[in-house]
């Protein structure tokens, strides 16, 4: 009776570990701050940035992260092209994990601004038609519950202003069961690629025995 009541305890457990949802958080704000968070019940873990070693009488100078580096060099329309571009590949390579994933918070805040009043008017048009794309792209490929956009021109300002607030969450036994078949599939390709091998060197030895 002890045992069947342990066996039950675990598999109860189990069971709560694979259907409770893992979410993932993603903040930035432009040349301000940028993190992606692991949450998990009570607990999180920062994947980025990656904790530093404290060094001694050494203070490290605060670095910007890839997004508004990529601004600052290139544009707000090409940092828009390069995540649109990173979008498409996790699509592809994550399809059936995204369509049990759920963004239950997603805002977005833009204001698009320049030196140049007549710039930023076409970077907003720009701005706006990318972003909206993004949306309708996420809307097709996962549930999004809550989400806010406000993307708009201001022509008295000199830089731009970004922040993005999106929470991503999915059970963990979708997960499971994704990776469980890539192993599946990864072992089918393995054995697949070794049979040509196998059925080479057969037909070598029958030869030298002839």
């Given at each position: 009776m002890t045992g069947l009541i342990i066996f039950l305890s675990i598999l109860a457990l189990i069971i709560l570990i694979l259907i409770t949802p893992i979410g993932l958080n993603i903040f930035y704000r432009y040349e301000s701050i940028m993190y992606v968070k692991l949450r998990y019940l009570v607990f999180s873990y920062t994947l980025?940035?990656?904790k530093k070693k404290k060094k001694a009488k050494k203070k490290d100078e605060k670095k910007p992260d890839i997004i508004s580096s990529t601004i600052k060099e290139?544009?707000?329309?090409?940092?828009?092209?390069q995540v649109a571009e990173l979008l498409k590949l996790v699509m592809e390579t994550a399809g059936k994990v995204l369509r049990h994933t759920v963004i239950s918070k997603l805002n977005v805040r833009i204001v698009s601004a320049s030196d140049d009043a007549a710039k930023t008017?076409?970077?907003y048009g720009s701005v706006c038609a990318g972003v909206y794309t993004l949306i309708a792209a996420l809307q097709n490929a996962m549930k999004i519950r809550r989400h806010n956009i406000d993307i708009k021109p201001d022509f008295d300002k000199q830089k731009p202003e970004i922040e993005v607030d999106i929470t991503v969450r999915i059970l963990i036994i979708f997960?499971?069961?994704?990776?469980?078949?890539?192993?599946?599939?990864?072992?089918?390709t393995q054995k697949s690629t070794e049979n040509p091998k196998q059925k080479k060197g057969m037909s070598e030895n029958e030869r030298s025995s002839d």
């Open positions: 980025y940035p990656a290139k544009g707000l329309l090409e940092a828009i092209r008017a076409i970077e997960v499971v069961t994704a990776l469980i078949s890539a192993l599946f599939k990864y072992m089918k």
